[in-house]
Structure formats: C-alpha cells, structure tokens
C-alpha cells in the first residue's frame, strides 16, 4: 500500500500519557427480590462508566435471574488512580422499552495504587436511597512500561494501549445524480466493531476523533470504513490494516492513507502504542 508522508509530527495523540490499564472482572451481582404483583424477573446487566458519564464498557445481560453470573474480564486504559471512581450502574433489560436502572454504585480506584490487585470487592448499589443489592468484582493495576523495545518479535507480541485518532478524509468519491455526502467513520478490529464517529455532511469531513483501547497483540488486522450515511450506507471508501504496519508507518511520520474500493479519497490516520506490563 502506498501511502503520503506527513512533516506535521506536532500533533499529539494525547495530552496526558496512560499509566496503565485496570483489569477488571465482572464476576456476578446479587438483586435484592422485589415483592411486586406480576413483577417479574429481571434480566440484568452491567454498564461501567466514568463518573462524567463516558461508558467504558457493559456486560451481556443474563435472562430471569436475581443472582446473576457474568465472569466477563475488560482492560481499561487509565491515566490516573488517584482520585478517580468509576461508575457501576446495574440495569434491567427490556426488549420493547428502555433499559431499567436498578441502583448503582461506585469504586474508588485510588487504593490499586497502594494494592495492585483486590479480588472480591463488593459494590453496593442503590436508588433513591435505598439498598438494591451488591456487584461482586476483582480488579488489577497493570503499569506502563517504559523499557526500550529490543527486538520486532517482542514488540509484536507484548500488550499495550493503542490510541487511533481518525482526523479527517479528502476527495471523497461523489455520485453525480447525488454530490452530497453524509459521511461517518465505522472501524472494526478483527472483524468486531470498535467505534463509530460522529456524522459530517461534506466530501472533505474532518472528525478528529480518537479512541483508545488495549490490545494483547500488534500483529491484528483493523479496518476503517467511510460510510455514506445518505445513499443507504454504502461504503465510500475503505482502509484495511495490520495494526502493526500502522505503527510502523506513524512512527516514520506517515498520516494519509489513500482509500481502496473507490476512485478516489484518502484518509489522516494518526496512532500510537504504549506498550503495558502483563504479569
């Protein structure tokens, strides 16, 4: 793949470096039972946010239970312990109505900075002042490591956090019957969807938007997708990648991309690895 080079190597991914990331692992939850006439049974689930209200990452939801099991492990970049809680909302799942909360609770992640690892930690959850239960979960502090990689093998395999900033696209292919284009970005890694920006109505959209998350391995494929929201989402053009040649390719100060499946348009691209101690 040919791609054009860049000399804009000012521009950062990120402002604040990444610490590490926390393990955690949602074992299970128990639901206080309500005594309703026709109440039924819930079918919960977990949503993990920030306290400002970025979601981070949600469970499966388990059918008819009131002690449900999840056993569902998430690596989350983090760029701080200190003085940062994490957001535990445990709802009930409806098919033909909104999702209903049952309580909600928080953890302080100050202490993994003491104790790398707590397992068993016990999050009460309530509404409206009201105990409504408890989620059960293990958590773990993994650091940033700053050792100098030694050799392509050991860096294609170790773990690490990787940013992808989607900056902008240009020339996008126009249909001359319909020259207005109503553009998002999908991306998909190994073949599951990772993120999708907001929408852009121009042939030239600028997005500037970047997403993180962690990866066990550099040596996985991810694809970017530009999707034409207003002509049935069809694919405008495409971008298909080992994350590892994307390293590669920032790191020597490349940011377009030309795009395949069209005549014409390119992509800006910027990413980066830190790479993470996994014991």
Known sequence: MSSQRSSRSSLMLAKVPFIGVVRMTLQSAHIIPWRKIFGGTPDPFVVVSQVNGEELYRTEHIPHTFEPTWLETHYIPTKALKDNRWKIDLYDHHDLRRDALLGSGVIELSSLGVESERNGVRVPVSKDGKERGEVLCDLSFHSADRRPVVSKRWSTTYAGIVSLSIQQAEDLEVDNASPLIVAEIRTQLEGRPLFVTRRETTT??????????????????????????AQGESVQGSLSMNLEDALEASKSGVEWFPLSGCRSGKLRMLISWTPISID
């Open 204 to 229: 030239n959209p600028v997005w500037a938007a970047t997403y993180d998350f962690f990866s066990m391995r550099r040596d996985i494929m991810f694809v970017v997708n530009v999707v034409d929201v």
